[in-house]
């Protein structure tokens, strides 16, 4: 028999929170409409109740006492949105052990305690919903899950910060410094005060295990995928490629090949024509190609208080629902039921690359590039070299047919000891999509 | 307790049901593993088992008589790829009478009998899995389900037809005639050899209608959408959108307005920015605005042998996995389940618009045109009159603010008697996306 009113307990209260506490209380009725009972919002678990948080919450509601919240006999499902791993892994686990589902956006506890967290909820006879934890509001893990499980997934390609794609955007439409588009994004408030895990790629590599685990069925540990951000990319690269017909974008890929998955975050150039290409300022987007399905994306909002809130309460209103937890009881699909990714050598990886050197500006220095280039077997596809005002330094931009990755770095190491040669080469790979 | 394997029974096996074969096939082991149960196919009801279909079916497997199907115990899902609605309608009813679930693709049997069926499967304890009947193999139905039910749906956006969006990206593109756009299209098997219910917007209008239904809970029936097709576009009208910013496409739109939904499909304008407008070839995608999620986006292939499977088998697992009856069961947002769609006053919806005269080049004419303008209240937002080589005919395009369709229309009709105009003014809608 279904029971009439679903109690929901809360824990963290902050931007998230607040959303899922708005919708909670704005679309009630249309909630109850669709699944026959009532969801109620019976306690929320907080630090600091006296806190201004510009909700009119019902007294009683907040509390800071973990044991308070858990007595609470008439809470079903447990919604976390306080994010963290210390304490909130440890309330999750509770949440768990005392048997109710829980709903989560915490990416972070995923990664390092997924395993852990969802054998225990198996063993429980409980769930986990986790939608919100990568891509913020963009339903992508549920497609994962049951729109495209008739495929085996091939590859996907994720634009999964927005930070870094608003940054970039703004680069690559307005000519922006790196640095400029940077402050621009705080100011926006789409980067953090600190917003070294957004630029570096490591928010992406988090997201990337996650969806790639579910992709794949495999178990994709944080450690497998490498990453590289954007705080090294400089606005001539992004100019250059653009000259060339491509969009700079910080791609989360994963790829199946055939000594096993690659999986990195780094920039990389699209060519414009690309759909990944025109996913702009702060969106989000994910591509996935399966082998019946071919190529199929999906963009929104990959974060922000209402898009996230709006995927944290589709997954209440799934788990209330009932059809959630029967899929997590018996579709073997988590991570902690799938065997470890085997990874593809980085090395082996083939792709087109573009490669930047400055070179002082002599006879002959084309001429050693390719040489090099022709030595590692790589053959070049397009070259660009303008004329310049003649300090002395020469930017000579050429972008490669197939090739490894080990080979390419090989050469652009070489290159970096030609005496011709000013600096580090800048090396990117372009990606070619799947005609899917 | 779960059966260790689910049979299936398979009705039609043209080009979507060998691509089901074929997966069911190809992936057994797969889907085995994640369901933890063997899905067998264990009869194929055809017109003709002659027919050869370049599918090696096990000896017995064919059958032209339905008694034979049915008579099949061992069949606990029924999948249905032949299409139209005789006799596949009865076949589908049988089917759930007989207590088997039902996946099907096929768009028109919903439009014309879905109320029926739903409300039979309910009564018999079974579901309806319909994934594949719009979009072909991207999940949207799934996504507007599951994905985003925290939301108020406020409006769709819909590429829905590959045939016609391959038509205008060609005539766009490369400027080609619509008749040799067609014939393009047609040689390359995405239209039909009878391209009528494509190019004239009536497949799009079906699809629309199950999509709207579920994106705003209410029963659309195909007459509430209004169609209007591509086959009278001229290529003229797309170039002078392309000089203006926008790019033509064939929209299938539904729109929360104050009054009811507007429903309807036509060809629109949309900014070369937007992410609906890069939606290239036969490629379908649908735009959500929800109210917590902002803009979502979903492309993919909307049709073909094996995207079209793609979403069929996803459906079969979904189905046998138990979770979508479960919410077929629970959530209530099926079609028999609501309450009739409140549809606005055509006239009312607001837009901006785009309109073309073809004119005598007299002096006064611009005055003329814009004087009726005013009249019906509309501003201007941009004009686009070219130097002609002075056959007479010139053409003047005007894009308006935000205006009244109705007024628009009025204005449009207006103009087609001066005697400075020669035939009918074009109009098409500009669509400015919410910024979502």
């Known amino acids: ?57 019902p007294r009683g509601l907040l509390t800071a006492d973990p044991e308070a919240f858990f007595s609470d006999e008439s809470i079903g499902v447990v919604v976390e949105t306080a994010g963290g791993v210390k304490p909130v892994g440890d309330l999750v686990r509770r949440a768990l052990e005392s048997g109710r589902h829980v709903v989560t956006a915490n990416k972070a506890l995923l990664a390092t305690r997924g395993n852990e967290l969802f054998a225990l909820a198996r063993r429980r006879n409980v769930c986990i919903a986790f939608e919100a934890s990568c891509g913020g509001g963009i339903p992508i893990l549920g497609a994962l899950k049951f729109g495209l499980g008739a495929n085996r997934v091939d590859a996907i390609y994720g634009i999964l910060n927005g930070t870094c794609n608003h940054i970039l955007t703004q680069m690559s439409e307005n000519g922006s410094p790196y640095a400029a588009a940077l402050a621009e994004a705080q100011k926006l408030g789409y980067a953090e005060a600190d917003p070294t895990l957004d630029v570096n790629g490591a928010d992406a590599a988090a997201k990337l295990a996650i969806v790639a685990s579910l992709a794949f069925g495999v178990n994709v540990k944080l450690a497998d995928v490498r990453h590289r951000g954007i705080d090294q990319l400089h606005i001539d690269d992004i100019q250059f490629g653009k000259e060339l017909g491509y969009t700079a974008k910080l791609l989360a890929i994963g790829q199946r090949l055939d000594d096993g998955l690659a999986l990195g975050v780094e920039p990389c150039f699209v060519h414009h024509h690309e759909p990944l290409a025109q996913v702009r300022l702060s969106f989000n987007a994910l591509s996935v190609f399966g082998h019946a399905v071919g190529h199929v994306m999906f963009l929104g909002r990959g974060a922000g208080r209402m898009p996230t809130a709006s995927a944290v309460v589709s997954d209440i209103l799934n788990v209330v629902g009932g059809w959630y ?9 988590w991570p902690d039921q799938q065997r470890p990714a085997r990874l593809a050598h980085p090395d082996r990886v083939t792709g087109r690359y573009y490669l930047r050197v400055s070179a002082h500006d002599k006879p002959g220095v084309m001429a050693k590039l390719t040489r090099i280039l022709g030595d590692h077997g790589i053959s070049i596809s397009a070259v660009l070299q303008h004329e310049t005002a003649g300090d002395g330094g020469v930017p000579v931009v050429v972008t490669t047919h197939q090739a490894r990755q080990g080979a390419v770095r090989a050469a652009a190491a070489k290159m970096a000891r030609l005496p011709v040669v000013r600096g580090k080469p800048v090396c990117m790979r372009i990606i070619d999509l799947p005609s899917g």
């Open 325 to 333: 937890p029967t899929a997590f009881e018996t579709l073997r699909l």
């Open 1 to 57: 028999l279904k029971p009439l009113t679903v109690g929901i307990g809360l824990i963290g209260c902050g931007t998230v929170g607040g959303g899922v506490v708005e919708l909670l209380r704005d679309q009630a009725a249309e909630y109850t409409r669709r699944l026959g009972c009532r969801l109620e919002l019976r306690k929320v678990l907080v630090r600091d109740t006296r806190k201004s948080r510009g909700l009119k919450l």
